[in-house]
């Protein structure tokens, strides 16, 4: 897992959407996509739901995204 990775999860988590994500981090909706989807693959499951409106995290995106944040506030 990367550091654009974990910048990626607790973004768009935080914004709850590729685009708004995208603006946040100065990179491209498309660029956010692919990083999520590059984690997605290499962790063979899937981090987040995407809605109409928005993505949600998964039980097991949840659950990464707890264990990264607990992991930076170590840091």
Do not use: D, P
């Not at 997605?40 to 995290?57: C, D, S, Y």
Request: aromatic content about 4%.
């Amino acid at each position: 897992m990367t550091t654009q990775q974990i910048q990626c999860i607790i973004t768009l988590t935080e914004e709850g959407s590729f685009s708004k994500a995208a603006k946040n981090l100065f990179i491209s909706q498309s660029a956010v996509s692919q990083t999520i989807h590059a984690l997605e693959k290499e962790l063979n499951t899937q981090l987040f739901i995407r809605l109409n409106k928005g993505v949600a995290l998964t039980k097991e995106g949840m659950l990464l995204h707890k264990n990264i944040t607990e992991a930076l506030a170590l840091i």
